[in-house]
T-cell receptor, first 114, second 116 residues
């Protein structure tokens, strides 16, 4: 079984500051890991994913995340926050092989201060 | 628009009524998923289909819930005898098998259900 813990339900950053969202996972098999973003009244949009290979993955809108197996973490970062980054962010894990369902964390709401 | 679509976007109903939601996946996607998202929580898996076959159901899917995908295209999710605890956003996602996409799931905008 897979599960995800997102540390911090709310994060507030100044425009231009570093954005850091924390995600730790639990998985009985090597996982696939994802970060999704959700804007108000919209569905989820994939930011980036880790499947195999390079542990530092880059996504859309300047976000990146690093898979650290030893720490069971997949933290999301962006060097410089923009006002448009204000949204809710979800970390998700999926088992490999025939386990297709995603298990999501509770989400982190990001607000960006001008 | 070639994304996942859901209808209706909002539904208000009275406790005890039945409701049905529809999801139209991206046309070449053979897998379709339903999730439920309550306020302040991440989405929770309900069920998924591969073509018309329902391959997995969560324990969250009580006997009041039923999902179908009769021709392997659109899907419906029906809730019978709704309860206030059913109030949530119901999300649909679809994916295509294998390849470099690693089963990336594309989400629709959701149907927000309010049970009074």
């Amino acid at each position: 079984a897979q599960s995800v813990t997102q540390l911090g339900s709310h994060v507030s950053v100044s425009e231009g500051a570093l954005v850091l969202l924390r995600c730790n996972y639990s998985s009985s098999v090597p996982p696939y890991l994802f970060w999704y973003v959700q804007y108000p009244n919209q569905g989820l949009q994939l930011l980036l994913k880790y499947t195999t290979g390079a542990t530092l993955v880059k996504g859309i809108n300047g976000f990146e995340a690093e898979f650290k197996k030893s720490e069971t973490s997949f933290h999301l970062t962006k060097p410089s926050a923009h006002m448009s980054d204000a949204a809710e962010y979800f970390c998700a894990v999926r088992g490999r092989a025939n386990d297709y369902k995603l298990s999501f964390g509770a989400g982190t709401t990001v607000t960006v201060r001008a | 628009d070639t994304g996942v679509s859901q209808d209706p976007r909002h539904k208000i109903t009275k406790r005890g009524q039945n409701v049905t939601f529809r999801c139209d996946p991206i046309s070449e996607h053979n897998r379709l998923y339903w999730y439920r998202q309550t306020l302040g929580q991440g989405p929770e898996f309900l069920t998924y289909f591969q073509n018309e076959a329902q391959l997995e159901k969560s324990r969250l899917l009580s006997d009041r819930f039923s999902a179908e995908r009769p021709k392997g295209s659109f899907s419906t999710l029906e809730i019978q005898r709704t309860e206030q605890g059913d109030s949530a956003m119901y999300l649909c996602a679809s994916s295509k098998p294998g390849g470099s996409s690693y089963n990336e799931q594309f989400f629709g905008p959701g149907t927000r259900l309010t049970v009074l």
